[in-house]
């Protein structure tokens, strides 16, 4: 796979389930091509283009409610 956030990642399984009220959400794990100590992490977290980034990232893909499709 290509890169993106965290770098390439080699594989990835998730599956996908519905809540009570119908609702989809996914249980995802993602195998990187490389690892990231914590110390290695927390040094990429201080780098103001990696962090805007991540955070664009997970806002893309995190949701919270469903009010748009009311």
């Not at 796979?1 to 990835?12: D, H, T």
């Not at 100590?37 to 893309?60: G, H, T, V, W």
Request: hydrophobic share 35%; net charge negative.
């Amino acid at each position: 796979m290509l890169g993106g956030v965290l770098g390439p990642a080699k594989a990835y399984f998730g599956t996908v389930e519905n809540q009570g009220r119908g609702s989809l959400h996914l249980h995802l794990l993602i195998w990187l091509n490389h690892e990231y100590s914590p110390a290695q992490l927390k040094e990429k977290i201080q780098n103001e283009d990696f962090r805007k980034n991540l955070l664009k990232y997970l806002e893309d893909i995190i949701k919270e409610d469903l009010d748009s499709f009311r």
